[in-house]
């Protein structure tokens, strides 16, 4: 692969750049020799919220670092210290002068919720009240708190709440001050649906009182539903980036799914993303796999229990639901990782399983994980079919305990699929990663379970992945903490419909890319779907 740019090979194969833009003009920043640079800056849209779109290490967050005011970029010149002045007369006569003019000097407010909500606790002590409460200076605690549904956990300590509870704190803490500038880097990590379409409305609300918002985001429906515009950002993961045109949210979005700029004639990728709707498999038709009888499990305080279901050869079931509704616990049921206290899995199979957390601990390199863990490293299938697409080449010689989110993430999904197997189970893969490595991870999946006569299934909350993806589905209902319900694995119309009918909103297609996009609610579709019980269109 190459583009003939440098020397480097492109991280995903999916995403060589085939014709780019004549000359680039000066970065905007680069971080030292033959470290990654940053071409160009998103426009700054007041009243609005501009989302950002493009692969891990493309310089999302870094965009987001220079305009809330935490980086002073150096216009290339990394052996020189920089300064606002330099900045404010490179940008002179661009709206960005007058910006950063007056971010140097403390006239306008930002806030940024940077994207490593994990870290939070390390910065931040005490009960989620006393922080919240210290923050809100828009005196719209209580609204707040009540739709991110954060009043469960006001008096716990900080240290004691889980990723999805921190993120949902992190995006509170961040709409409740009075800013005029809000930044968000990737909100929607370790969320479940709902809360994602909650955190949209919250942030969203903001742009009511003339408040600019940016946003990093992978998940499409969501970014979809929260921008009014977006950037799209393409280049080579860790080399370089260039931030595009200003789009339309619907235009930008398709130009991302086309994987063509036209406006700048920038092919970002080989073939478009294609949204094909799948005949669903006959319920019952279907030659059997693997079959389980009703599975039951209790906790101190929680219940699950499960219908038993029929998972057929060569289809890919998703499940989805609530967070903390017993998906995680089903998936160790299956893979036996827990005992049920009633029924069985009938018919034994191998499993390849990848858990939701992922464990960081093994020490040593890449490499020396993959001798010890994938039993087909080396081959030549391993290579063309694994290797390739997670672009594992690039990560090997780094220690696993070094590794981003995103990296570890492709490093497990890899893992799991060197093995041979009857079903390859998956608890979150697209968490931490961008729209391309889920794509990649989609399209590898379906083509080794196809190759080796193989299922799978595969929990997660993104929606445009789950439609890109399922053959069938089975849905996760309940009261989260106390008790869950799983449906059968059936048919992912019927699946999807009772639950966005419990999650409330309801999806059209876009015409152009059949992308599924979320109506807005109480507008005509939304009234009209939900009317005629069509939460979800395959047409
Ligand atoms: P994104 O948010 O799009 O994933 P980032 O803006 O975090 O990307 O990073 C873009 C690139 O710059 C990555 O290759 C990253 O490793 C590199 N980078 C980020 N911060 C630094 C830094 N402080 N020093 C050197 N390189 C950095
Ligand atoms: P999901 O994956 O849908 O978010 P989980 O299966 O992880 O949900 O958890 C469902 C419920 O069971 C949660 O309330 C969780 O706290 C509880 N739970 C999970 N594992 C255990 C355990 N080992 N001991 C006690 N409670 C648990
Ligand atoms: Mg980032
Ligand atoms: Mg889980």
């Known amino acids: 692969s190459g583009c003939g740019i440098c020397t480097k090979r492109c991280p995903f194969n ?18 030292g020799q033959n470290m990654f640079q940053l071409f160009g800056l998103p426009t700054i849209n007041p009243g609005s919220v501009v989302g950002i779109l493009g692969p891990n290490g493309i310089g999302k967050s870094t965009i987001i670092r220079i305009l809330s005011g935490e980086m002073i ?12 002045e330099n900045i404010i007369n490179y940008f002179k006569g661009s709206q960005l002068q007058n910006y950063f003019n007056k971010l140097s000097k403390g006239q306008i407010k930002v806030v940024h919720k940077p994207q490593m909500v994990d870290l939070l606790p390390r910065y931040v002590k005490g009960e989620v009240r006393n922080l919240l409460e210290q923050v809100d200076e828009r005196g719209a605690l209580e609204s707040v708190v009540k739709t991110l549904d954060i009043k469960p956990i006001m008096d716990r300590e900080l240290s004691k709440l889980s990723g999805g509870e921190l993120q949902r704190i992190a995006i509170a803490a961040a709409v409740l001050k009075d800013a005029d500038f809000y930044y968000f880097d990737e909100p929607t990590s370790w969320l ?20 600019s918002v940016m946003v990093i985001e992978h998940d499409l429906a969501a970014l979809d539903a929260i921008s009014d515009y977006v950037h799209v950002l393409y280049g080579q ?3 370089y980036g260039v931030v595009s045109h200003l789009r339309g949210v619907r235009v930008g979005i398709n130009a991302y799914i086309n994987g063509f700029l036209r406006e700048e004639n920038v092919r970002f990728r080989k073939r478009a993303i294609e949204f094909e709707v799948r005949p669903p498999t006959p319920e019952g038709e279907g030659q059997v796999i693997a079959d389980y009888s009703s599975l039951k499990k209790s906790y101190d305080g929680f219940k699950l229990d499960a219908e038993e279901g029929e998972i057929y050869y060569n289809e890919i079931v998703t499940a989805f639901g609530p967070n903390g509704i017993g998906k995680t616990t089903f998936a160790k049921m299956l893979a036996e990782v827990i005992k049920p206290d009633a029924g069985k899995i009938k018919k034994k199979v191998t499993i390849s399983y990848k858990p939701q957390y992922l464990d960081s601990e ?13 039993p087909t490293y080396g081959t030549n299938i391993f290579k063309s079919e694994i290797m390739r697409p997670f672009a594992i080449e690039e ?9 981003s989110g995103g990296e570890l993430q492709r490093l497990s999904v890899a893992t799991t699929l060197s093995k041979p197997a009857e079903v390859y189970l998956f608890d979150e893969p697209t968490a931490f990663l961008d729209v391309e490595q889920r794509l990649v991870t989609a399209r590898a999946i379906r083509k080794i379970i196809e190759n080796r006569h193989a299922a799978s299934i595969i929990v997660d909350h993104d929606i445009v992945f789950i439609d890109y993806i399922s053959d069938r589905a089975m849905v996760f209902y309940g009261t989260p903490g106390q008790e869950g319900h799983a449906t059968k694995p059936t048919e992912l119309r019927s699946s999807m419909n009772s639950f966005l009918k419990d999650v409330g909103i309801t999806f059209r297609r876009d015409k152009e890319t059949r992308r599924p996009r979320v109506n807005k ?7 009209n779907q939900k009317e005629i019980g069509e939460y979800y269109y395959l047409k």
């Open 14 to 31: 999916a995403v060589d750049i085939i014709n780019l833009p004549e000359a680039l003009e000066d970065p905007i920043h680069r971080y």
């Open 73 to 84: 970029p150096n216009l290339g010149n990394y052996e020189e210290e920089s300064s606002w």
């Open 192 to 211: 479940d649906v709902r809360q994602r379409l909650n955190a949209v409305k919250v942030i969203r609300e903001l742009t009511n009182e003339g408040k």
């Open 237 to 239: 993961s860790g080399g």
């Open 362 to 374: 093994f020490e040593g390199s890449v490499e020396e994980f993959l001798y010890t863990h994938a």
């Open 395 to 403: 990560i090997l010689e780094k220690k696993v305990k070094d590794l």
């Open 521 to 527: 609610l109480d507008s005509y579709l939304d009234r």
